[in-house]
């Protein structure tokens, strides 16, 4: 295991299914989404804001921005602000018991199951090696020896959080943190090793996380990470979002704080789980309307250009902005705490929006913690 050192100056940087033969095909092409009316019928309620501006810090509820999508200034290297020193190191499939990793050959995709439109077929998945990397951000706040509060990020290294971080530390507007980004594990969507990570419906992630990265964050960084679920948070996008909630909403005494842009709360899931058998769709769909209300903080984004059936499936389970409205709509029925932005003018995870929305995100996401004192 190796390890470097860096304080960046701007704090920047299978299971085979057993199911009949598919031919080899390439994935098929995006078509460009359209662009979704905010206002449409069955979409949440929600505050339309002045152009520019984002919600305050203490809002729970829906907001619409946009269409000018500007940095916020804690987005925006200062030079009287203390730089955290991010540390990177890399983990092995080799070295894991839970995830030795899988891929889907190039350029395969899958076939729908012609028994059920909803499920896809992959045949060309097996077993492959990889690398993944993983960057965690010490803030030059942070007092050796002491237990710290936490984020863990999906496909990272995520240098925007560590900038945001530098700068909502020095200004008290969140606690003095580290953030933990890790690499995924290769590939994207059914059959790849990222979304059989991310698109899981279960705790495994989040038990791989606990088990394997967070013992050698302790021990190449020489920090002290908090056990209190209260002090630790999630975040991603699209599929690295729907994990950041899956990680908490599968180990609840584990993470009570979740933050997602563009979050897969789609059909993603990979190979099928009679449990969950509609993947991510199912927290709007049944678990959150369903289940007794969690101890959790979420945030969530959506664009109005968001992804709208990326694949060869037609199961209506596939629309990121009709996904996002609807765990909106749960989770206020359900009296969580919640803030959601729905962004004109934006993309799928568009990098704009997380450099106006991050900072407000993430305070809002810590407005109410308390560490836990002995």
Request: glycine residues 8%.
């Amino acid at each position: 295991m190796k390890i470097a050192r860096m304080i960046w100056s701007a704090a920047l940087l299978c299971a085979t299914l057993n199911l009949p033969a598919q031919s080899t095909t390439n994935q098929p092409a995006r078509s460009t989404p359209p662009t979704h009316d905010p206002h449409t019928p069955g979409y949440v309620t929600a505050t339309e804001l002045p152009d520019g501006s984002v919600p305050p810090a203490n809002a729970d509820g829906n907001f619409i921005i946009g269409p000018t999508h500007n940095r916020a200034p804690e987005m925006i290297m200062q030079t009287n602000v203390p730089l955290g020193t991010v540390y990177h190191f890399t983990m092995n499939s080799a070295d894991s018991k839970i995830y030795p990793g899988i891929a889907r050959e190039r350029g395969t995709f899958g076939t729908v199951d012609p028994t059920d439109p909803a499920k896809l077929v992959v045949t060309t998945s097996h077993p492959a090696p990889y690398t993944r990397h993983v960057a965690v951000y010490v803030p030059k706040q942070y007092v050796p020896g002491t237990v710290a509060p936490f984020i863990v990020g999906a496909d990272g290294p995520d240098h925007t959080l560590f900038t945001a971080l530098d700068n909502l530390i020095a200004e008290d507007k969140v606690p003095v943190m580290i953030a933990i980004s890790i690499g995924n594990g290769s590939g994207d969507a059914q059959g790849s090793e990222r979304g059989l990570e991310y698109d899981t419906m279960s705790g495994l992630y989040a038990e791989f996380v606990e088990q394997e990265v967070l013992p050698l964050v302790e021990k190449q960084c020489h920090v002290m990470l908090t056990k209190d679920p209260d002090g630790r948070a999630t975040i991603g996008g699209s599929s690295g979002g729907s994990c950041a909630l899956i990680m908490a909403w599968y180990h609840p005494e584990l993470y009570h704080r979740v933050l997602t842009y563009s979050g897969t709360y789609v059909n993603q899931q990979w190979p099928p789980n009679a449990e969950t058998p509609h993947g991510a769709w199912e927290f709007h769909e049944h678990l959150i309307p369903n289940s007794p209300v969690k101890p959790l903080r979420i945030w969530m984004e959506v664009g109005d250009r968001d992804l709208l059936n990326p694949n060869v499936l037609r199961d209506n389970m596939h629309d990121w902005v009709v996904a996002n409205e609807n765990m909106a709509r749960v989770l206020a029925a359900k009296g969580y705490h919640y803030q959601f932005i729905f962004a004109r003018n934006a993309g799928h995870v568009d990098g704009r929006v997380k450099q106006q929305t991050l900072p407000e995100a993430l305070e809002w996401l810590w407005q109410d913690y308390q560490p836990v004192t002995k």
